[in-house]
């Protein structure tokens, strides 16, 4: 199954938004799946329930002809919310953008995204500040460590290229403190995996640096490019958490990135 048979876009009438609602109709464009467009506001404020209505109106507006359901949503927060409505309709990926006053074409994470990344039920993606996304996906990128959760990622992610028919790449992280011997076999293995079962050549890459910024910045990385990262093994089953390396990478990437929960199937 690819990510994308189901999106809830988080929107607020802001370029984060504006950002995440483009990036959910260009991937259900692609899937073919079901768009939700949702707005979060806050319990006993009709207030706000109005300008969530109107919000909606901004993106159905925005969406032009795109078919999509618009939902006004109460919630004590917004993450929360859209974590409890992906699990009431069945979602499979929650899609929001970038927290205002970060940098242009780097993802920032707000009160909002920071929930997802540690607590939500179903896969999460954050779009660029400004990004635009291409008519379809050139590659998918998967960051991978050698533990568990990445492995089953591997599978994951291979089944997805060979659906969507892009390649698939597998980077790791060379800081200049791991042996790069091992990290290599590592990757090899990964490698071998993705071909055991799916029979997708994916490729392979080591991204050296002083630290994960850097290292991005030494892969290329052409539009349509997404970057997955598996769930750290401290998430809670079924939920995504993302450890201190994924972070950093997430916050330095130039394309969106998603977020697998740990045990996704």
Same mark, same amino acid.
């Given at each position: 199954?690819?990510?994308? =048979? @189901?999106?809830?876009?988080?929107?607020?009438?802001?370029?984060?938004? @504006?950002?995440?609602? +483009?990036?959910?109709?260009?991937?259900?464009?692609?899937?073919?799946?079901?768009?939700?467009?949702?707005? %979060?506001?806050?319990?006993?404020?009709?207030?706000?329930?109005? =300008? +969530?209505?109107?919000?909606?109106?901004?993106?159905?507006?925005?969406?032009?002809?795109?078919?999509?359901?618009?939902?006004?949503?109460?919630?004590?927060?917004?993450?929360?919310?859209?974590?409890?409505?992906?699990?009431?309709?069945?979602?499979?990926?929650?899609?929001?953008?970038?927290?205002?006053?970060?940098?242009?074409?780097? %993802?920032? %994470?707000?009160?909002?995204?920071? @929930?997802?990344?540690?607590?939500?039920?179903?896969?999460?993606?954050?779009?660029?500040?400004?990004?635009?996304?291409?008519?379809?996906?050139?590659?998918?990128?998967? +960051?991978?460590?050698?533990?568990?959760?990445?492995? =089953?990622?591997?599978?994951?992610?291979?089944?997805?290229?060979?659906?969507?028919?892009?390649?698939?790449?597998?980077?790791?992280?060379?800081?200049?403190?791991?042996?790069?011997?091992?990290?290599?076999?590592?990757?090899?293995?990964?490698?071998?995996?993705?071909?055991?079962?799916?029979?997708?050549?994916?490729?392979?890459?080591?991204? =050296?640096?002083?630290?994960?910024?850097?290292?991005?910045?030494?892969?290329?990385?052409?539009?349509?490019?997404?970057?997955?990262?598996?769930?750290?093994?401290? +998430?809670?089953?079924?939920?995504?958490?993302?450890?201190?390396?994924?972070?950093?990478?997430?916050?330095?990437?130039?394309?969106?990135?998603?977020?697998?929960?740990?045990?996704?199937?």
């Amino acid at each position: 199954m690819v990510i994308g =048979e @189901h999106v809830v876009v988080g929107y607020t009438n802001d370029p984060g938004g @504006h950002d995440a609602l +483009a990036l959910g109709a260009a991937i259900t464009r692609v899937t073919g799946g079901e768009l939700t467009v949702a707005t %979060i506001y806050p319990p006993g404020s009709p207030g706000l329930a109005v =300008e +969530a209505q109107a919000n909606l109106a901004h993106a159905a507006e925005a969406l032009g002809e795109v078919p999509a359901e618009y939902l006004a949503f109460e919630s004590r927060g917004s993450g929360r919310g859209l974590s409890v409505l992906a699990s009431r309709i069945r979602a499979d990926l929650i899609v929001v953008g970038s927290a205002q006053g970060g940098q242009r074409g780097r %993802i920032a %994470i707000g009160s909002t995204g920071d @929930h997802l990344l540690h607590l939500a039920p179903e896969a999460v993606m954050l779009a660029p500040a400004g990004y635009e996304p291409p008519e379809a996906p050139s590659r998918l990128t998967l +960051a991978y460590v050698h533990r568990p959760q990445a492995d =089953e990622a591997v599978e994951r992610v291979a089944q997805a290229a060979l659906r969507l028919g892009v390649p698939m790449r597998l980077i790791t992280f060379d800081l200049r403190t791991e042996d790069a011997g091992r990290l290599r076999d590592d990757l090899a293995l990964a490698v071998r995996l993705a071909w055991e079962s799916t029979g997708i050549e994916a490729e392979a890459e080591t991204a =050296e640096g002083h630290d994960v910024a850097a290292a991005l910045a030494s892969v290329e990385w052409p539009p349509g490019d997404l970057l997955i990262c598996a769930a750290s093994e401290d +998430a809670q089953p079924h939920r995504v958490f993302l450890g201190e390396v994924a972070m950093k990478a997430l916050k330095a990437s130039a394309c969106p990135v998603a977020v697998l929960p740990r045990g996704f199937s």
